[in-house]
Each structure stands twice: as C-alpha cells, then as structure tokens.
C-alpha cells in the first residue's frame, strides 16, 4: 500500500533553515506528482508546493523565494528546503502524492520561534 513518510521536522528560529523529507513506498514515484501542504494553529490544511514526475515545481505565494522543493527519484524521496523561515511558517507539514489518488503521510511539526 501506499506509504509516505515525513521527517525533518523541529524548532528553529526564525531566520532558520530546516530540510524536511517524503520517503515513499508503494507506488511508482517517478511518475507521480509529489508535494507538501501545511496546517498552522486554528487554520485549514494550505498548499506549500509540488514537483511533478517531469521536476517542474510549483509554490505558494507565501513561500516563493524561500523554500525549494526537490526529489530524488532513486531514493523515493522528496524534500522541501525551508530558509528564512518565519514564526507563520509554524505548522504540521504533509507530504502528499498523486499515487494515483492523493494520499498523505501523517505529518512533521515545524516550530518557528524564538
């Protein structure tokens, strides 16, 4: 079945950097878009950004310019590099895949504060 597992998550001050990662099972990852949403306190589930099986990336407003997101087809992975991060950047982070429905892992809390 499909598995997708998140890690690289913590608490970082702002201005901080952190690399989160997707590591994928259970479906062809090559061909399948991948990305990442976000939830913050009190707010609902956001888009962050996705890659697609051709590496063509796509971000929100609110992150372009800071975080990059990237995969790695041979290790089933996907990452979001994460800079100049923000105390609003704070959320449980997804990843979610097109496998082909979509399908999510269960989430790595990023923690923007001083």
């Known amino acids: 079945q499909v598995q997708l597992v998140e890690s690289g998550g913590g608490l970082v001050q702002p201005g901080g950097s952190l690399r989160l990662s997707c590591a994928a099972s259970g479906f062809i990852f090559s061909l399948a878009r991948v990305g990442w949403y976000r939830q913050g306190p009190g707010k609902e589930r956001e888009f962050v950004a996705h890659i697609t099986s051709g590496g063509l990336p796509t971000y929100a407003d609110s992150v372009k310019g800071r975080f990059t997101i990237f995969r790695d087809n041979a290790k089933n992975t996907v990452y979001l590099q994460m800079n100049s991060l923000k105390p609003e950047d704070t959320a449980v982070y997804y990843c979610?895949?097109?496998?082909?429905?979509?399908?999510w892992g269960q989430g790595t809390q990023v923690t923007v504060s001083s």
């Open positions: 979610n895949a097109d496998a082909p429905l979509p399908s």
